[in-house]
């Protein structure tokens, strides 16, 4: 009796948690970088927070879209 082969189904889901990790990673950097630039101009902190988390949507949304395209289309 051959063992069934759970590779095809596992190998996705690999792929797309490394790509989610990556746009986190990527998005905490862009996060982090934004809050200490406008840390460095005393902007106050409801101004700094908004523009935080609008960079880590945005930064987290561009490398999901980008990795997706690489992840999914045909090479």
């Known amino acids: ?3 069934i082969n759970v590779w095809p189904f596992i190998s996705p889901l690999i792929r797309v948690a ?4 990556m ?3 990527v998005g905490m950097f ?5 809050n ?3 840390l460095l101009m005393d902007y106050p902190y409801q101004q700094r927070r908004k523009w935080r988390t609008l960079a880590f949507e945005a930064c987290s949304v561009a490398i999901v879209a ?3 395209l690489m ?3 045909p090479a």
């Open 1 to 3: 009796m051959e063992p």
């Open 18 to 21: 490394a790509l989610l990790l």
């Open 23 to 25: 746009a986190l990673i």
């Open 30 to 34: 862009a996060a982090a970088y934004v």
């Open 36 to 38: 200490h630039r406008m």
């Open 66 to 68: 980008l990795g997706s």
């Open 71 to 73: 992840l999914f289309l």
